[in-house]
């Protein structure tokens, strides 16, 4: 299903018209549909064929002249299914979740069947450049008590961050991109405090994962493995900290990643230096731990079922694919930890997720 762009009067010009074509952020999604129309009164208006010749080499459109005072607007419709900016399109279905490689011992992850509805998940872990970029607006705007965090460079994960700040820092992102927020407290919009929330699973706005969106993203389809590329680590795959006492880490290099190790700790990377899985998705093992929205029970696969999204109730969230600082069993897709929501470290971060609009 199409949506279109509302149409709007864009300019008011005689002589040339130069017209930008969309803003940047729709610039990088497929464009289905572009209709311009013209008009001498506001009611009688007039479709311009948009072909190539009337394109510059900026993608500006240029309307011919006329010595006629002309108003013009735009209408949009965008492809069905186009992932958002910097996010990829996790399709729906069932897999297998939990661990499935028979001589890893996983007590409380046993393979189980999933159906997991389609969704958006970022490409990468949120950056302390964009946590501040966020956090400025949110700061201006009700979100009084949002952490500064830490991170090693911009375009490092963001950390030492509660899982509270996570959730506040979504609601924020929402409210300025346009979206609507998802975690409310008594129906009002998680804005500040340590509130457990309530989610509105039908918002579009950002949010943190389920533990089976994350683990469904993280294998990229893939099955009967430890880790997305295969059944041994190195290196050259992923930040994590090698030790030989894990059968499966081959790495030729022992301890912290040696290419990050300047600068103190996090010996944390930039996001995207490591190669993506098979659906775009960057640093699903090791650099950061993410967060999702589940609360954590050893047994809660066990009640796995279509788009589960943990247990009701709990006092600990989970955490995921391992980070900067933890050894190569940690990085496994299977694995999975718990943390309290007000603890906040400098190997825990985040990336988001948001609902598929077909």
């Known amino acids: 299903m199409n949506y279109t762009q509302p149409k709007s009067n864009v300019s008011r010009l005689l002589g040339l018209v130069c017209l930008p074509l969309f803003s ?13 129309e013209q008009s001498t009164d506001m009611q009688n208006w007039q479709v311009i064929e948009v072909t190539s010749d009337i394109l510059d080499a900026n993608g500006n459109i240029q309307i011919p002249n006329s010595t ?3 108003f013009f607007r735009l209408g949009l419709t965008l492809e069905s ?9 996790i399709p729906g ?6 661990n499935s490689v028979s001589e890893d011992v996983i007590a409380d992850a046993p393979p189980v069947s999933v159906n997991v509805s389609s969704f958006y998940m970022a490409k990468h872990e949120v950056t302390k450049n964009l946590w501040n970029e966020v956090r400025t607006w949110g700061l201006a705007n009700g979100y009084t008590d949002l952490s500064a965090g830490g991170g090693k460079a911009d375009k490092h994960p963001i950390h030492s961050i509660t899982w509270f700040d996570m959730v506040k820092w979504c609601n924020a992102r929402s409210e300025m991109e346009g979206f609507t927020p998802v975690y409310t407290i008594s129906n009002a919009v998680l804005r500040t405090g340590t509130g457990v929330p309530d989610a509105d699973w039908f918002a579009n706005g950002y949010r943190l994962p389920t533990e089976a969106e994350w683990e ?4 990229g389809g893939v099955t009967n493995q430890r880790f997305v590329w295969g059944d041994v680590i190195v290196h050259y795959l992923a930040n994590y900290a090698s030790n030989s006492s894990d059968a499966y880490d081959e790495s030729p290099t022992s301890g912290f990643h040696p290419t990050y190790l300047a600068g103190g700790q996090p010996y944390s990377s930039p996001v995207g230096s490591f190669p993506a899985n098979n659906f775009g998705l960057y640093d699903m093992a090791g650099n950061s731990w993410e967060a999702c929205w589940d609360f954590y029970d050893a047994a809660s696969y066990e009640d796995a079922a279509s788009d589960p999204r943990g247990p009701e109730t709990g006092s600990s969230r989970v955490l995921r694919g391992g980070g900067w600082k933890d050894r190569a069993n940690t990085c496994r897709l299977a694995y999975r930890l718990s943390f309290g929501p007000s603890l906040s470290q400098n190997s825990i971060g985040f990336r988001v997720a948001r609902n598929y609009v077909p």
Do not use: C, W
């Open 68 to 70: 006629t005072e002309r």
């Open 81 to 89: 299914g186009v992932a958002p900016v910097d996010m990829a399109l």
């Open 24 to 36: 940047a952020r729709l610039l990088a999604q497929e464009v289905s549909t572009l209709s311009i």
């Open 216 to 219: 469904k993203a993280a294998r």
């Open 93 to 98: 279905s069932t897999f297998i979740m939990g």
